[in-house]
């Protein structure tokens, strides 16, 4: 494989980007109206202007990528994740072209992108499933059945749904007509598919999700865990490895249950295998990411492993050279995701100029950006900024870490989540560890969020005022013995 084409943008192209040309293969990138000065662009050894700004007529226009592809001699195409990576039929496209995909092969993202299909996939495979249908339902008669015979509260989700779109939670009987036609109507625009299934409402859980890495020749790892449970509006915000509540023996059962879940569609790549966990520390098999996943640098961190690497190796079809007693957990590793959302405006989209933008340095600290002072946020695309990486020995030391590292983060121009991470970071629920994925309902608003940084404005004050008076009570004594003034009183 001497040149692989990156069909995404931002920092998980420039992340993909840089693996490839450490391993030696040279990069094409490839850019919307909106992108032509990214820095994604300017890294690659070669990039091609595919279409307008919107993603429908640029990143999401698979004939056109494949087309440059060709035209280019390009070896691979890497998706990243989002826009065409869990595309089936880009994948299988892709393959027809006679150009390595380097993902998962199109039947797998095929089954593992309806949360119905993945459960009957995985139902033979001894996976603990949390009690629902099986199949979509459609009709309310049979709903209030089901609903009756498992109980509320329920949650009504979409098949081929995500990022909580198409998510409904029904507390009575009274209520499930209403919330099955919202799930319906908001799967159908979101995704085309407007199938929901229901099943029973885990009150309370920690969202943990397993690493797997899987070649063609049948060998399958997993590479622990990822604690996803500091969310808003089910979309992860804090993410870190490994979790603070895994027993060894509960974190290889969870790990053996995702290798059966990989070997249950035949996966090839990384992939991620999510969880829910109750407080009971019973867990349930929740959905498989045929993709990178976001927050996989945290397991890069206390693995040592680049999953990039691996997904290249892998699409090379070489065998894996690591083994599973190989592995151990090295550190501890957090990650902010850095959004142009202002926290105090309902983490509404903050789109503008990045002014005086700086990132912090230092040992331990990882900063996976798509974006230099000066560049425009756009608002076609996700609005994420950066990942904020940290990663030390203890838990209790990378949260110190990530709070030094957020502190010496400058962005200026446009509205961060970077304070809200810093709310995140000092909570002592957080830092206990005892939170779930209710965690900003139960302890953010508006107005606890300005008291925390009005608390915060006013510490940093007293010190300034301190460090002055401080400063000018003290005896200033020359250090040169050639001044003038020194010289005029002899």
């Not at 966990?277 to 680049?306: K, S």
């Not at 926290?343 to 990882?366: D, Q, V």
Request: glycine share 8%; proline share 3%.
């Amino acid at each position: 494989m001497q040149k692989i084409l990156v069909a995404n943008r931002g920092e998980i192209a420039l992340r993909v980007m840089r693996t490839a040309k450490r391993m030696g293969i040279k990069t094409v990138a490839v850019y919307s109206e909106a992108d032509k000065h990214a820095a994604h662009v300017l890294y690659a050894d070669e990039a091609i202007h595919i279409g307008a700004a919107a993603s429908s007529e640029s990143y999401l226009r698979g004939t056109k990528i494949i087309e440059v592809a060709k035209d280019l001699g390009v070896d691979g195409i890497h998706p990243g994740y989002g826009f065409l990576s869990e595309n089936a039929e880009f994948s299988k496209k892709v393959r027809a072209a006679g150009i390595t995909f380097i993902g998962p092969r199109e039947e797998a993202i095929t089954v593992m992108g309806s949360k119905l299909a993945a459960k009957d996939a995985v139902k033979n495979f001894d996976i603990p499933m949390v009690p629902g249908t099986e199949h979509a339902i459609a009709d309310i008669a049979e709903a209030i059945e089901v609903a009756q015979e498992i109980g509320f509260p329920l949650l009504i989700k979409a098949s081929a749904g995500g990022g909580g779109k198409g998510m409904r939670a029904v507390y009575e009987e009274k209520d499930l007509a209403e919330q099955m036609q919202l799930a319906v109507s908001e799967a159908t625009s979101a995704f085309g598919d407007g199938s929901v299934f229901i099943e029973r409402y885990v009150t309370e859980p920690r969202h943990i999700e397993i690493q797997i890495i899987a070649d063609q020749h049948g060998n399958v790892l997993h590479l622990f865990e990822r604690e996803c449970s500091i969310q808003r509006r089910h979309q992860k915000v804090i993410e870190e490895a490994p979790s603070a509540v895994l027993s060894p023996a509960l974190r290889e059962e969870m790990g053996q249950a995702a290798i059966r879940v990989a070997k249950a569609c035949d996966y090839e790549g990384a992939g991620t295998v999510e969880f829910l966990l109750d407080a009971q520390n019973r867990f349930y098999f929740l959905e498989m990411n045929t993709r990178l996943q976001v927050e996989h640098p945290v397991t890069e961190c206390i693995t040592g492993l680049d999953l990039v690497e691996q997904q290249i190796r892998i699409a090379r079809g070489e065998e894996l050279s690591i083994k599973q007693e190989d592995l151990k957990i090295n550190g501890h590793s957090l990650e902010l995701r850095v959004y142009a959302e202002d926290p105090l405006n309902n983490f509404l989209p903050s789109i503008g100029t990045l002014i005086n933008y700086s990132e912090p340095k230092g040992a331990g600290i990882r900063v996976d950006s798509g974006y230099v002072d000066g560049d425009e946020i756009p608002i076609y695309y996700d609005p994420m900024i950066a990942k904020l990486i940290v990663h030390a020995d203890t838990r209790l030391g990378a949260i110190e870490l990530l709070k030094q590292a957020i502190k010496n983060y400058n962005i200026e121009g446009i509205a961060t989540t970077l304070p809200f991470g810093l709310f995140v970071a000092n909570h002592e629920s957080f830092v206990s560890g005892n939170f779930d994925t209710g965690f900003v309902g139960k302890h953010y608003s508006n107005e606890i969020f300005f008291d925390s940084l009005k608390a915060e404005n006013e510490l940093a004050a007293k010190f300034a005022l301190f460090a002055y008076k401080t400063e000018n009570e003290q005896l200033k004594v020359a250090d040169r013995k050639d001044w003038r003034w020194l010289e005029a009183r002899k």
